[in-house]
């Protein structure tokens, strides 16, 4: 701030009898001003930079804990492309307005308040002027806000829209170029980045006129500045010095106060990142998992009381109506029934994907939502049809979850699954990665690695959701010798095979969301009711789907 007072000194100094001593008093203060200048923005632009990078990782970190905390409900109802444009680009933009902001108002606020105390000393005549500006330029920002806004919201959900394509169609590349639809994927593709190109023209137009406006006024008010700058000098109540000081402070106010008005801009810039930001930071989810139950002695005695059920994204569609049924400590009880009954929602109700609508799902006597999340998931474990693997090694895949494993609980769990044999051909074994999704194995070796990664848990409660589908009959043969060999332990399956579902101790037929017959195979094949034309219709002679 001292720097345009002393470069005025100098020139009147030049301008007048020259005084030595005085030229080079300023020039040295205006020197040591310089360096102490740039050494502070040097160490405050350091200082911001850090505080950026240390703020977009906390809000990434804790927007992906948050989002990971939700019900599966919100994921099927939310595009994953939404959710990464919020982890990658909107904390990103949030951070840097947050930390860039504060640098800059503090920054600007004090400099603003000390250009116009040295201005106010050099001519309050001018100073009184330069306020004009003040009240046009804020009026120009406050309309380019009211405009800008909105268009800023609708570029970040198209880009939001666009990753999400972009990520779906690499996700399901195989099916995209089973159909031969590479071309038609590029150009939908093309469309929606099309779409944010008009939009972003649409908003670079809007900032196109504001700078316009804004470069206008300011030029109107330097002209009729100048003007009374050199009435003022004509009449002796300034030196040229002077208002070259004051010229050249009323160029940094201009910009100081420019920057205030925009640093308010930018926050409305960076208000629809934040919104979408907070708003997945303060969702709570429907499904609470704030139990604290953990009982030592876990038994898995599973009781479905009166349930009923729909999902979020179809309220209107009962899937499950009065449903009630048991599973017993050390049995192995069987859903079956046709495709869209409700059994697949039976399990996902026993996992705490979801919460019951009506009724209630008893573990040992207590309510499901009163046991503890990690400790719930430690004792029940679920192997699907479509088992999902992640990028890493073999090893990880099977001890996913699990803090304190060994090599050896691993290898006795794959041998148990019947995945140890194509294991051991593998280059690298155990640690042989196994590709994003799992897509470097086969269908049957995912499904066996999967059961392997349930029953290295030891759970009370096995659940088996076509866990054998892809299964060849040898690798389902020794699985289901492992199942048979299990002690105590609550076994529910899901099978299209006869063979497993007719060794099951008890059979539970639910069609249209209701539970029609229990009993084992011999009663439920006497009944001649809804399990004898099930097996009828759908098992071959050889006992397997058509």
């Not at 989002?67 to 919020?86: L, P």
């Not at 009506?358 to 400790?375: Q, T, V």
């Not at 659940?463 to 690798?475: G, K, M, N, R, Y």
């Not at 006869?498 to 249209?512: C, G, H, M, N, W």
Request: charged residues 25%; hydrophobic residues 40%; proline residues 2%.
């Amino acid at each position: 701030m001292f720097i345009p007072y002393y470069t005025g000194k100098v020139i009147d100094i030049l301008g007048s009898r020259y005084r030595e001593a005085k030229f080079y008093t300023a020039i040295s203060l205006m020197a040591l001003f310089s360096m102490a200048s740039s050494l502070s923005a040097g160490c405050r632009g350091g200082l911001f930079t850090l505080t950026i990078v240390r703020l977009t990782q906390r809000l990434r970190v804790l927007l992906f804990r948050a989002v990971v905390q939700q019900e599966i409900g919100f994921f099927e109802s939310t595009k994953t492309g939404e959710i990464t444009s919020r982890l990658a680009t909107d904390t990103a933009l949030m951070s840097r307005s947050i930390a860039l902001n504060v640098n800059v108002f503090l920054r600007s606020l004090m400099k603003a308040v000390g250009i116009y105390c040295f201005m106010l000393n050099l001519s309050w005549q001018l100073t009184l002027f330069t306020l004009i500006d003040t009240p046009i330029t804020a009026l120009i920002q406050e309309i380019y806000n009211r405009y800008y806004e909105s268009v800023v919201k609708e570029v970040q959900d198209s880009i939001a829209r666009s990753s999400h394509l972009a990520g779906e169609t690499v996700h399901a590349i195989r099916t995209v170029r089973s159909f031969g639809t590479e071309q038609e994927e590029a150009e939908r593709y093309g469309a929606r980045l099309l779409e944010t190109h008009r939009l972003k023209t649409r908003r670079d137009m809007i900032r196109a006129l504001y700078l316009l406006a804004h470069r206008l006024t300011k030029l109107a008010v330097q002209v009729i500045m100048l003007y009374c700058g050199q009435h003022l000098i004509r009449t002796g109540q300034m030196s040229s010095g002077n208002l070259v000081s004051f010229i050249i402070y009323q160029e940094e106010s201009g910009r100081y106060i420019q920057s205030l008005v925009h640093m308010y801009g930018d926050m409305i810039h960076s208000m629809g990142a934040a919104e979408k930001v907070f708003q997945y930071l303060d969702r709570k989810s429907t499904v609470p998992t704030e139990g604290d139950l953990k009982p030592k002695d876990f038994k898995g005695h599973v009781h479905f009381q009166n349930v009923s059920f729909s999902y979020p994204t179809r309220p209107d569609v009962s899937v499950l109506k009065d449903v009630s049924f048991e599973l017993r400590p050390g049995k192995v009880t069987a859903l079956v029934g046709p495709s869209g009954g409700g059994k697949t929602t039976c399990i996902s109700l026993l996992e705490r994907f979801y919460e019951p609508q009506a009724g209630e799902i008893l573990l040992d006597g207590r309510p499901l939502r009163d046991y503890d999340h990690k400790y719930l998931h430690t004792k029940i474990s679920l192997v699907g049809q479509e088992p999902v693997l992640f990028a890493r090694s073999v090893a990880e895949n099977v001890a996913f979850g699990l803090r304190d494993y060994s090599m050896e609980d691993v290898e006795t769990a794959a041998q148990e699954a019947h995945a140890d044999p194509f294991i051991q051909q593998m280059e690298r074994k155990y640690r042989t990665d196994v590709g994003e999704a799992g897509g470097t194995l086969a269908g049957g070796q995912k499904q066996r690695i999967a059961i392997a990664r349930a029953l290295v848990r030891r759970p009370q409660l096995l659940v088996l959701d076509e866990a054998s589908s892809c299964l060849d009959i040898e690798s389902e043969h020794k699985v289901q010798e492992t199942l048979s060999r299990m002690r105590g332990q609550t076994v529910l399956v899901v099978a299209h095979r006869l063979k497993t579902v007719e060794d099951a101790d008890k059979i539970v037929v639910i069609e249209e969301g209701r539970v029609v017959e229990e009993g084992n195979h011999r009663q439920l094949m006497e009944r001649e009711g809804a399990y004898h034309r099930l097996v009828q219709r759908l098992f071959t002679q050889n006992g397997d789907v058509n």
